[in-house]
């Protein structure tokens, strides 16, 4: 990660410069817009590989950045997007609520108050990000609900296109594992990186959208399992249960910390496989109809307008590559049922 901070004596709106007044003395009224806060310090990641700069007026902000996106270094060009996050103090100390998620067409808004709030055009890739400090009192909480989220939904209105799959590899050929939240996937992925697979990513993938063929790119610095999968492998028997926005408590771990797993940050598509595992499930593999992968993964889109018609553009990539569906009860079959479809792509 390359960070540059600049001196900075009085970031906090609070203890900026007195305001600005008119010729008659009075405070001028944009002051309460907060629009010439200055944000002096500055970072640059490389989130999915792409360069993103992030400025802000407080130090929380680029540690939270660096613990997002820190393990990942440039590997595709300057996205030459900005990310702006101004902080204030406020006599409020709660940790605010969860954002409400609004889009119209490119215009994309998070609002979990008056004091915390983002708001983007995904058309220009305009953005501003105001947070009350009581927010950064938990770096889970803004990094899920602000910054990642900011983050992400920028490249995905310039040079991604996100899917709701997790993505393992064998011999250079990657299978897209989908599913309904709660199908398999990251025990699935798990087991086979367990295997011998190489593992990309458990859950959310990135099609890359200059490129011609299917290529993803995924999280594969991390693993995340519902704590259920205790009892499916053993190693995460000890493993702290940390808790998730949205309800869903997990397990979450680093790669690194995991032995002989190898992994790849970005592959490509070979095919795509719909879970299902069900109780007494007889493992076979079952080809479904052409162009279904793109069909079902366009209903799975959270953008909208002309964003999203470019996203469903990208999907259609996807019907190059067969689809089918997996059914399986034990992981061991399921595995194998994939072995026999790398060797006939």
Not at 215 to 240: D, T
Request: hydrophobic share 40%; with cysteine; aromatic share 8%.
């Amino acid at each position: 990660m390359e960070m540059m901070h600049e001196a900075m004596s009085g970031a906090f709106i609070e203890a900026a410069e007195p305001q600005q007044r008119n010729q008659e003395g009075a405070v001028r009224p944009q002051d309460s817009l907060l629009c010439d806060v200055k944000l002096p310090l500055r970072g640059m990641f490389y989130p999915l590989g792409f360069g993103i700069e992030i400025l802000t007026n407080h130090p929380e902000v680029l540690d939270a950045a660096h613990e997002s996106f820190g393990h990942r270094q440039l590997r595709h060009e300057d996205a030459g997007l900005v990310v702006r996050v101004g902080v204030t103090t406020t006599s409020d100390t709660q940790l605010p609520p969860e954002p409400t998620r609004r889009e119209f067409n490119h215009l994309y808004s998070l609002v979990a108050n008056a004091d915390n709030q983002a708001l983007l055009d995904l058309r220009t890739s305009g953005n501003f990000v105001w947070l009350s400090e009581a927010a950064l009192q938990s770096q889970l909480y803004f990094r899920y609900n602000f910054l990642e989220k900011v983050v992400y939904l920028l490249l995905g209105a310039t040079v991604v296109t996100d899917i709701h799959a997790a993505c393992v590899s064998k011999e250079g050929k990657g299978i897209l594992l989908c599913g309904h939240s709660g199908a398999g996937k990251s025990t699935l992925s798990y087991a086979c990186a367990r295997a011998g697979w190489t593992y990309t990513s458990d859950d959310t993938c990135y099609l890359i959208n200059a490129s011609k063929t299917p290529q993803v790119i995924g999280h594969a610095h991390r693993m995340r399992f519902r704590p259920h999968a205790k009892a499916l492998f053993p190693e995460l028997e000890n493993r702290a249960i940390t808790p998730r926005m949205e309800g869903k408590p997990s397990i979450e771990i680093l790669v690194r910390e995991l032995p002989s797993i190898d992994t790849a940050t970005e592959v490509e598509v070979g095919s795509v496989v719909y879970l299902n595992r069900y109780t007494g499930a007889k493992a076979n593999l079952i080809r479904l109809p052409h162009g279904s992968a793109a069909k079902r993964m366009s209903q799975e889109l959270y953008s909208a307008g002309e964003i999203r018609a470019r996203h469903e553009k990208v999907l259609e990539r996807l019907n190059a590559v067969p689809v089918f569906e997996l059914h399986y009860c034990v992981l061991d079959e399921g595995i194998e049922q994939l072995e026999l479809l790398v060797r006939a792509l």
